[in-house]
């Protein structure tokens, strides 16, 4: 049922022709928000956080919430080995994951690949999808935490299964 929610939902986004959704999304695209995040051992730093891309993420909420639609489902992030500390990871911004398990390991360099997070993500939770040429079908998350429960080795690649837990604005209410 979650699958058949987000494909229809994933049509409803991509054939909207609001220009603020298609604003976001070229700017996604070209991969705007990325590189924002740098973890240090004292915490999270937010790097080149110019007044374009604090409209960006203040866009991105404008347009989920006037999208919305209630929808449970789950999305994949491909990662380079990261240390993992606690059992909770912060994304202080939106961010990227796909629909696909394959393209979602696809944009990590061959040598870096490591992990993939499997994340289920909530009915309440505000979210874009758009169709990223380079990426498939890519479904982007507002700030929130993800929170791993538990992790295996099916084949060489570690899957960790994780919950997205939205911050409080990050959710239609």
């Given amino acids: 049922m979650a699958e058949n929610c987000i494909e229809k939902v994933y049509e409803k986004h991509t054939s909207s022709m609001d220009r603020h959704y298609e604003e976001v999304r070229d700017n996604i695209i070209d991969d705007m928000l990325m590189g924002k995040i740098v973890s240090k051992p004292e915490g999270i730093s937010l790097i080149g956080m110019t007044e374009k891309v604090k409209s960006l993420i203040s866009l991105f909420y404008k347009v989920a919430r006037k999208l919305y639609t209630p929808c449970e489902f789950t999305v994949y992030r491909g990662t380079r080995p990261i240390k993992i500390d606690k059992d909770t990871l912060i994304q202080p911004i939106p961010f990227s ?60 690649i570690r899957v960790y299964e994780c919950e997205f837990i939205p911050d409080k604005d990050s959710t239609f209410s």
Avoid: Q, Y
């Fill in 97 to 156: 994951t796909s629909l696909d398990p394959e393209n979602a390991m696809n944009w990590i360099d061959e040598d870096d690949k490591c992990c993939i997070w499997r994340i289920h993500v909530p009915r309440n939770s505000l979210f874009l999808c758009i169709v990223n040429p380079n990426e498939g079908k890519e479904v982007v998350l507002p700030a929130g935490k993800i929170r791993i429960n538990k992790s295996s080795l099916p084949d060489s």
